[in-house]
């Protein structure tokens, strides 16, 4: 167990509905990752929070979107969806992401779109 | 960005001898080279990591070297044992701290 907890585990919905998708890092951890898992594209970077401000962008679609809370806890939007946003997103956190490097990974959550 | 390259994609060894699996990567700038090992449904799990100034790191069985002219590293694992069978995936990261994943390694270890 990593310490960063993710819900919902899985989640099924139609295509152009709209998901928000959970994380809550480890305690103490001020920095926030989104990854998602597709089986052609790979473990992907998303975006990263630190301590409720954006810091870096990946390859995340215009119809993503996330924010991070004063608690921490961050939430990934994922809005009309398409078959192809089938996918496991992960969460990870690290400690800051500036002195510390190692992220930790949560459970994941598996989004089907049908 | 980044560019990771990782090789085999699969990789079947008897129990008890040695896997190697070996990554490249595109950027100089890349300074933190984390492997993950991830069980079927499960999270990404850090199993070890080396830095830019480190050019060879172990732990237990594990180990993982980094050679920073060629701009590759490779992870080696001794004495496998079928609770090692898994995916591997390494990773690259500059100073934006976000990992650039390599496309995974299955590794089957035969009893």
């Known amino acids: 167990d990593s310490g960063v907890t993710q819900t919902p585990k899985h989640l099924i919905t139609a295509t152009g509905q709209r998901v928000t998708l959970r994380c809550s890092p480890r305690s103490g951890d001020l920095s926030v990752y989104w990854y998602q898992q597709s089986l052609d594209q790979g473990l992907q970077f998303l975006i990263q929070?630190?301590?409720?401000?954006?810091?870096a962008k990946g390859n995340i679609l215009e119809r993503f979107s996330a924010q991070q809370f004063p608690d921490l806890h961050s939430e990934l939007n994922l809005s009309s969806l398409e078959l192809g946003d089938s996918a496991l997103y992960f969460c990870?956190?690290?400690?800051?992401?500036?002195?510390?490097?190692?992220?930790?990974f949560g459970p994941g959550t598996r989004l089907t779109v049908t | 960005g980044e560019n990771v390259e990782q090789h085999p994609s699969t990789l079947s060894v008897q129990e008890g001898d040695s896997a190697v699996i070996k990554c490249t990567y595109s950027d100089s700038a890349s300074n933190y080279f984390p492997w993950y090992k991830q069980e079927l449904g499960k999270r990404p799990q850090l199993i070890i990591d080396i830095r830019s100034n480190v050019g060879e790191k172990k732990d237990q069985r594990i180990a993982v070297t980094l050679n920073k002219t060629a701009k590759h590293f490779s992870l080696h694992i001794t004495e496998t044992q079928p609770e090692d069978s898994a995916v591997y995936f390494c990773?690259?990261?500059?100073?934006?701290?976000?990992?650039?994943f390599g496309a995974g390694t299955t590794v089957t270890v035969r009893a």
């Open positions: 990773a690259a990261s500059m100073n934006d701290y976000k990992l650039s």
């Open positions: 929070y630190y301590n409720g401000e954006e810091r």
């Open positions: 990870a956190s690290s400690v800051d992401g500036i002195s510390s490097y190692e992220q930790y």
